[in-house]
């Protein structure tokens, strides 16, 4: 269940695309602060096992530490999560071969194998769901970047508010249009032989802080249809900024907050630290 709930968070990282220009900010890692209140810390993330990202610096640790509230993207619920499980698959007689046709389904079930999943597994899959398991690495310690953070927090016996349901997340791409979740398997099986390169990319994006590149990487990566690109980019960053900034006003009001959010959700005219700052709060690069 915990596979579920990466796959639709890395997909953010290597399936978006913004329809502007990437602006050049960098740092993972901002002070939020209005005079009144203690200070609060927005981090930007990535949805990775690589040991370079889960060496969390000392100035992250600090944050978390000394705040009173973290809050992450979404809090992984052991009922959440086996709903979240439970969707990925079909109900209702249907195959994925049926929807996606048997060519380009031969193609997706030869590649899930080598993401560990036999072909009677991947018949069964929604289509949303095997472009999600064929755009991330295969999982192996199950330790990302995400769960890292929750799990200090939790230790620390910090107040934790997610600013969205894992239900939520998975419906971002559930509600997709059929024939857009067929494109975008399309497209995964297409551009599968290039994952480990494009995964290395955005990490080194990442680990350099460059949220301009990471912009640029995400948005080479959907291929040559434009429609489909701004349909994924309103759908799963853009309208999500404006939700999660919305429900963590109440929270900054309140001060000391750590707020966990993939990396790509922050710049940008139509990021969170845009709208942040459009609604009266100082931000201020710390790493």
Do not use: C
Not at 246 to 267: D, I, N, Q, T
């Amino acid at each position: 269940m915990r596979r579920a709930r990466a796959l639709a968070l890395l997909a953010v990282a290597v399936l978006w695309a913004a329809p502007d220009a990437a602006v050049a900010e960098r740092g993972l890692l901002w002070r939020v602060s209005q005079q009144g209140v203690a200070p609060s810390f927005v981090f930007g993330t990535i949805h990775l096992e690589d040991p370079r990202v889960l060496r969390l610096p000392a100035i992250v640790r600090e944050s978390v530490e000394k705040s009173d509230t973290f809050v992450p993207e979404a809090v992984p619920d052991p009922a959440a999560l086996l709903a979240v499980g439970q969707r990925l698959f079909l109900e209702d007689g249907r195959t994925l071969a049926s929807i996606a046709g048997p060519a380009l389904f031969e193609e997706a079930a030869a590649l899930l194998g080598q993401q560990g999943l036999p072909s009677v597994v991947a018949e069964r899959l929604q289509p949303w769901a095997a472009t999600l398991i064929l755009s991330v690495p295969r999982a192996q310690s199950g330790m990302f970047l995400d769960r890292q953070l929750y799990e200090l927090a939790r230790n620390g016996g910090k107040r934790i508010v997610a600013l969205e349901t894992l239900s939520e997340q998975i419906e971002l791409f559930a509600g997709m249009q059929p024939s857009d979740q067929v494109a975008l398997l399309r497209q995964a099986v297409g551009q599968f032989h290039r994952l480990p390169q494009r995964v290395e990319e955005i990490t080194a994006a990442y680990l350099a802080r460059d949220l301009g590149l990471l912009e640029e990487l995400a948005r080479n990566s959907m291929g040559d249809d434009p429609r489909l690109a701004r349909t994924i980019g309103q759908r799963i960053v853009i309208d999500r900024n404006a939700r999660m900034v919305e429900r963590l006003l109440p929270l900054l009001r309140e001060g000391s907050v750590f707020v966990a959010v993939g990396a790509l959700h922050l710049p940008g005219p139509d990021g969170m630290l845009s709208l942040l700052r459009e609604a009266g709060y100082g931000v201020s690069v710390v790493y």
